[in-house]
């Protein structure tokens, strides 16, 4: 399973971006992708999940009601749309993948085997 990210860039606060996860190798429906973001000189930490199957999804505290996250099962493609970003939101984001995960497991990091090369996303004020 390889994992390409994309979508990250210079936005000012209060704007907009979609980043996408292509997911090869493995339909995207059965496996659990997250997005994860890692700002500078702080650890990585959870952004944003849909399952597998299911495909329900669960946002940290910080990104609930800005951001959504969504999948295009034709286009094997997890999105995550951000708005009303703010200069907080400037970190490196990864998607990540995993076909076994199970759901209680979702939110950490090191549950997840495959990753992405992680795209920049700056916030400026």
């Known amino acids: 399973v390889q994992l390409q990210a994309s979508g990250g860039g210079l936005v000012q606060a209060g704007g907009s971006l979609r980043l996408s996860c292509t997911v090869s190798?493995?339909?995207?429906?059965?496996?659990?992708v997250g997005w994860f973001r890692q700002a500078p000189g702080e650890e990585r930490e959870f952004v944003a999940v849909?399952?597998?199957?299911?495909?329900?999804?669960s946002y940290a505290d910080s990104v609930k009601g800005r951001f959504t996250i969504s999948r295009d099962n034709a286009k094997n493609t997890v999105y995550l749309q951000m708005t009303s970003l703010e200069p907080e939101d400037t970190a490196v984001y990864y998607c990540?993948?995993?076909?076994?995960?199970?759901?209680?497991?979702?939110?950490?990091?090191?549950?997840?085997?495959?990753w992405g090369q992680g795209t920049l996303v700056t916030v400026s004020s």
């Open positions: 990540a993948a995993d076909t076994q995960l199970i759901s209680s497991s979702r939110f950490r990091d090191s549950e997840y085997d495959y």
């Open positions: 190798g493995r339909p995207v429906s059965r496996a659990t």
């Open positions: 849909i399952t597998r199957s299911g495909g329900s999804t």
